[in-house]
């Protein structure tokens, strides 16, 4: 979906189905997680200082962070942690050793996103299956084997693509905010009192009463402002304007109205505390609420796993993963992809953390870490990017951004004492993809040492070979190699053992950029190298959809008579040996080894038809 294509009503409509699913099931659980575990001891001024503390936390890291702040710090159009870390890398290019630095820390909050994907749709759907026990207690020991049918149907549906079911998302997300709004505005007229909770001096007043246990509390604050990078994350799908009309107008009142809502209900019966989202509803209406939180909780399952596989393929183009095979579900749509390996390799991880944690009570112990952690590494990009970027003073950066540091900062140090009660798990999985990802980085680096080492020169070898040419044979080459200028292991293992050479040859080097798209008419550049031989080198961003046959069309143009059906692509089909060495640990040099074993071919990756791809085998030692 795109702004140019969209009314602002479908595309407000729209952020409200896929941004806001996540943020708006955290009623669910978090005034629950505050005054659950004894924490906060339950009177009527905690309640108003709870209150406060949660309105203001949404209205500083959402409306002024995110939607003011954050969403002005766009990648060409486009957002999330990826976008900005290119962003930030880029502009500070001049500074190597920053720019590393930086780098590591943005691809640390990526692998984190991991872990906050495990723990998201595990902590939503339980929480919305325990609803069950508030229509009767004869339905505890049905909410895990529930909650896990739910979520294998949600995985086990990816691969058909979210094109079918895709529409239905705004309407029943508007619906659940709907209902957010009634059952609050119902519980808040009898005691609309509760409103008053809207000033700041109730939190401040409980803060500088309870400065130890306000530090403690704000690990599950933080719970309702989960979902928030998903305001940037998904602006390249909507833009600013709907997603900012959304928050205002449907969003934020909506959760507001909920959360004062449960403390009015707790006002007057403070044992609705096991569960005062569920207990606001009457009697008659906890069955449909029950179902209706289900439908919301997958829908934000479903956002969180189209992430993963947009933030995936992002990672393997930008070089932080191997190659995976990449399946298209929609035809008109090239942003809607399924990943098998990601898609069955979270719902491992989910059922893990379900039949570990047992409780979305249990689950909230674990999240925030992985969330505050990105909050926190958002905001330090940001001011990278409004600094050397935007070139803007000094000052006014720091100004702009040290507030929401320091905020981010308390939220984050909070959340470090979830470690021993289960917040190790996603830290566990987020130091496991980053400790892959910058495995395989620094794998491929040894690799094009390797390769740069023993490297013949391109246009001096073709001089040396068409002296004494060999013979020539009907069709086109396509030889690929990552290092433009240099000839191809294949061309070599191509004229030692069929001792031919094609009518015309393409050299072709796929270059990889730190922007999120690079139009068609910058993808290809071309140089004669004579003798109908080329240097071709194709442009990719980290959302562009690689299809090499497409992009090498653009050759017919400049006087390379390609046709399809008498064309090979020759690819050289590495072995990764590890030696000891200066290269990385044994054991990083074995791993790097087996995930290029494993990754996808290259044929698949870059759409490359298979009746005509030719694989010569070589071995790199790095």
């Known amino acids: 979906m795109s702004a140019s294509k969209s009314s602002m009503p479908a595309l407000v409509l729209g952020a409200i189905g896929i941004v806001y699913g996540d943020i708006g099931t955290s009623v669910l659980y978090a005034i629950k997680e505050i005054f659950g575990h004894g924490h906060v001891p339950f009177t009527i001024e905690n309640v108003y200082g709870m209150l406060s503390m949660i309105f203001w936390t949404m209205t500083i890291i959402v409306s002024l962070k995110y939607v003011v702040l954050v969403l002005r710090a766009d990648n060409e159009g486009e957002g999330g942690l990826v976008a900005m870390l290119a962003l930030a890398s880029r502009a500070v290019a001049d500074k190597p050793r920053l720019r590393n630095g930086m780098l590591a820390l943005g691809i640390f909050g990526t692998a984190l996103f991991y872990g906050d994907g495990v723990i998201t749709p595990a902590i939503s759907v339980l929480s919305a299956v325990e609803g069950l026990e508030v229509v009767s207690p004869h339905f505890t020991g049905y909410v895990i084997p529930i909650t896990l049918v739910v979520l294998f149907c949600l995985f086990a549906v990816q691969k058909r693509g979210t094109a079918g079911i895709g529409r239905f998302f705004g309407p029943i997300t508007l619906t659940w905010f709907g209902v957010l709004a009634l059952l609050g505005v119902a519980q808040i007229l009898t005691h609309p009192e509760i409103l008053k909770a809207v000033s700041p001096h109730y939190m401040l007043g409980f803060i500088w009463d309870n400065p130890g246990t306000s530090f403690v509390i704000l690990g599950a604050t933080v719970l309702c402002v989960t979902g928030a990078e998903a305001l940037y994350a998904d602006?390249?799908?909507?833009?600013?304007?709907?997603?900012?009309?959304?928050?205002?107008?449907?969003?934020?009142?909506?959760?507001?109205?909920?959360?004062?809502?449960?403390?009015?209900?707790?006002?007057?019966?403070?044992?609705?505390?096991?569960?005062?989202?569920?207990?606001?509803?009457?009697?008659?209406?906890?069955?449909?609420?029950v179902l209706l939180a289900t439908a919301a909780t997958v829908i934000a399952s479903q956002a969180m796993l189209t992430g993963a596989f947009s933030v995936t393929r992002q990672v393997i183009q930008l070089g932080y993963l191997p190659r995976l095979r990449i399946e298209h579900t929609s035809a008109r749509s090239a942003g809607q992809i399924y990943i098998p390996f990601i898609n069955w390799s979270l719902f491992v991880a989910i059922v893990l953390a379900v039949v570990m944690f047992r409780s979305s009570s249990n689950l909230a112990a674990a999240y925030g870490i992985a969330?505050?952690?990105?909050?926190?590494?958002?905001?330090?990009?940001?001011?990278?990017?409004?600094?050397?970027?935007?070139?803007?003073?000094?000052?006014?950066?720091?100004?702009?951004?040290?507030?929401?540091?320091?905020?981010?900062?308390?939220?984050?140090?909070?959340?470090?004492?979830?470690?021993?009660?289960?917040?190790?798990?996603?830290?566990?999985?987020?130091?496991?993809?980053?400790?892959?990802?910058?495995?395989?980085?620094?794998?491929?680096?040894?690799?094009?040492?390797?390769?740069?080492?023993?490297?013949?020169?391109?246009?001096?070898?073709?001089?040396?070979?068409?002296?004494?040419?060999?013979?020539?044979?009907?069709?086109?080459?396509?030889?690929?190699?990552?290092?433009?200028?240099?000839?191809?292991?294949?061309?070599?293992?191509?004229?030692?053992?069929?001792?031919?050479?094609?009518?015309q040859n393409l050299f072709v080097t796929v270059r990889n950029h730190e922007v999120p798209w690079v139009?068609?008419?910058?993808?290809?550049?071309?140089?004669?190298?004579?003798?109908?031989?080329?240097?071709?080198?194709?442009?990719?961003?980290?959302?562009?959809?690689?299809?090499?046959?497409?992009?090498?069309?653009?050759?017919?143009?400049?006087?390379?008579?390609?046709?399809?059906?008498?064309?090979?692509?020759?690819?050289?089909?590495?072995?990764?040996?590890?030696?000891?060495?200066?290269?990385?640990a044994p054991w990083r040099e074995k791993l790097f080894a087996q995930m290029h074993h494993n990754a996808s071919g290259v044929a698949d990756f870059m759409s490359l038809p298979n009746?005509?791809?030719?694989?010569?085998?070589?071995?790199?030692?790095?």
């Open 235 to 289: 602006m390249g799908h909507f833009g600013k304007g709907p997603i900012r009309i959304a928050w205002f107008s449907v969003v934020m009142p909506a959760l507001v109205l909920n959360y004062f809502g449960q403390g009015a209900l707790l006002l007057g019966d403070p044992s609705a505390v096991k569960n005062p989202f569920f207990l606001m509803a009457p009697d008659w209406a906890v069955v449909p609420v």
């Open 371 to 503: 969330v505050t952690t990105d909050m926190l590494i958002t905001t330090m990009l940001t001011f990278f990017v409004i600094r050397y970027a935007w070139k803007l003073p000094l000052v006014l950066c720091i100004g702009a951004t040290v507030t929401f540091f320091v905020i981010d900062f308390a939220f984050f140090a909070s959340n470090l004492l979830k470690l021993p009660q289960g917040g190790w798990f996603t830290v566990m999985i987020g130091l496991g993809m980053f400790t892959l990802m910058m495995t395989w980085k620094r794998g491929r680096s040894l690799m094009a040492d390797a390769q740069r080492a023993d490297a013949i020169d391109l246009r001096s070898f073709l001089e040396a070979v068409f002296v004494s040419p060999p013979a020539r044979v009907e069709g086109t080459a396509v030889f690929l190699t990552s290092e433009a200028g240099v000839v191809p292991t294949a061309l070599l293992h191509n004229l030692k053992h069929n001792k031919v050479l094609h009518e």
């Open 519 to 584: 139009p068609m008419e910058r993808r290809v550049e071309m140089e004669p190298l004579g003798h109908h031989c080329w240097q071709i080198t194709i442009h990719y961003g980290f959302k562009n959809d690689i299809d090499l046959p497409r992009a090498l069309e653009q050759a017919r143009l400049r006087g390379c008579q390609l046709e399809r059906m008498t064309t090979s692509y020759f690819i050289s089909r590495d072995t990764v040996i590890p030696t000891l060495g200066s290269g990385m």
């Open 611 to 622: 009746n005509a791809v030719v694989e010569l085998g070589s071995k790199i030692e790095i």
